[in-house]
């Protein structure tokens, strides 16, 4: 059961009287936690099984999963990755697993804390030239030539074409907000979210996730839709199921909207909707760290809005996302990913200790690069697969690393321990800054942690203000607290909150991080 436009947009004028609209900026995370990560093409069974046994237990908040619906089946056995985000129709079977391994995704992980959000995919259907028949992941059949999609059912009358106003029916110049909203993304079919049916089919697909136990939603594309056209979807869904959420909860919303500055559409037009991806911030810190442009970690003190970011409350951030760890997307040579993990280590530190925005850490797989003219020619490559083009397990290494190409970031010993780090400060206020001038810097999250990074090409030996409570502590970076031992380096805080820091630019990962449940 849907509303109807009419009842939907009473409805969410009622709540933003109320002042309730920012309830889907909520990620309704449990217990304290607070980072999500993204577990790009998993299969469900192995995202069951990663909540029970390294998630949950290391106090992750939630996961965003690829997305469920039906989708097209290309180029076998070398599927590519993108052929997620081309549905078919809205039944919950695609390459990561079936409808009832789906659900028991969902609950398996709402039973250890862990939410599942759902990257949603509600601007279009699959491309125009994806042919007809049915290579999908259902084997629903389909004709995308005349748009018949009778598995939804989806015909011509529910897409945008009448609306384009270009001759080839695609964007062709983003500084036309109708454009960009009312034509073609890359051939994709789009669809006319202007219309109830249409909008019905929508919030009905994200309603049954919401009721088999989602907490949300990171939906694709949004700067190619109207924010009125998703006011009334959204409007028209359920609370969270109750078994695991509040009454009355409404679900997290963040949406992908690229702005850089610079174009018709920005992502202030949809922050009355939920939080929207910040793609300045993993593109600016990548500059940061790396040290182009002339700019250097000391100029970060006033991270955040002070660098012309959106409002800390509607912000989502990320180092690298699954698009533009390959270039495409935003921020281009700038963004650090796995491929640099010296560099990628202290940028995703710096963000989990930095107390800005929702963070979301990427957890990817490798793929054999291939560049040419400075492109990568193989960045469209799929997930680890049989020879059948099924996806692979994640099989997981006696050092818990995991292999098969499977990177698993969220399992390096200084990320997961990072995240841990994050939970363990929040709500304190970003403290006790100091600086070299340079690259050299640290800060304090009130009196619960303290971190300290030397990206000069020269050693740190500082003595600092840490504004902790004395004794010794465990660098979590290098090591970790284990019982009564630290596994790394022990930094000894006076009764005065202050500590002596010594960290050689050779080092392998040259930064420390100290936080209250790290001390002995």
Known sequence: MWCSSRESMRLFILVALLGLSRAQHNPHTKNGRTAIVHLFEWRWADIAAECERFLGPNGFGGV????????????????????????????????????????????????????????AIINHMCGAGGGEGNHSSCGSWFN???????????????????KCKTASGEIENYGDAYQVRDCRLASLLDLALEKDYVRGKLAEYMNVLIDMGVAGFRVDACKHMWP?????????????????????????????????????????????????????YGAKLGTVFRKWNGEKLCYTRSWGEGWGFMPDGNALVFIDNHDNQRGHGAGGASILT????????????????????????????????????GKDENDWLGPPSN???????????????????????????????MAIFRNVVNGQPHSNWWDNQNNQVAFGRGDRGFIVFNNDDWDLNVTLNTGMPGGTYCDVISGQKEGNRCTGKQIQ???????HFSISNKDEDPFVAIHAESKL
Request: charged share 20%.
């Open 64 to 119: 965003q999963i690829s997305p469920p619906n039906e989708h097209i089946i290309l180029n076998n056995p070398w599927r590519p990755w993108w052929q997620r985000y081309q549905p078919i129709s809205y039944k919950l079977c695609s390459r990561s697993g079936t409808e009832n391994e789906l659900k028991d995704m969902i609950t398996r992980c709402n039973n250890v804390g862990v939410n599942i959000y759902v990257d």
């Open 144 to 162: 995308a030539g005349t748009k018949d999609f009778p598995s939804v059912p989806y015909s011509g009358w529910d897409f945008n074409d009448n």
């Open 228 to 280: 009125g056209d998703m006011t009334v979807v959204f409007g028209c869904l359920h609370n969270l199921n109750t078994r695991w959420f509040p009454d009355g909860s409404k679900p997290f919303i963040y949406q992908e909207v690229i702005d850089m500055g610079g174009e018709s559409i920005t992502a202030k037009e949809y922050f009355h909707l939920g939080r929207v991806t910040e793609f300045k």
């Open 338 to 373: 796995f491929w640099d993990p010296r560099l990628y280590k202290m940028a995703v530190g710096y963000m989990l200790a930095h107390p800005y925005g929702v963070a979301r850490v990427m957890s990817s797989f490798r793929w054999n690069r291939h560049f040419v003219n």
């Open 387 to 417: 020879a059948d083009g099924s996806t692979k397990p994640v099989p997981i290494n006696p050092d818990q690393t995991c292999g098969d190409g499977w990177v698993c970031e969220h399992r390096w010993r200084q990320i997961k321990n």
């Open 493 to 499: 805080v006076d009764n005065d909150g202050r500590a």
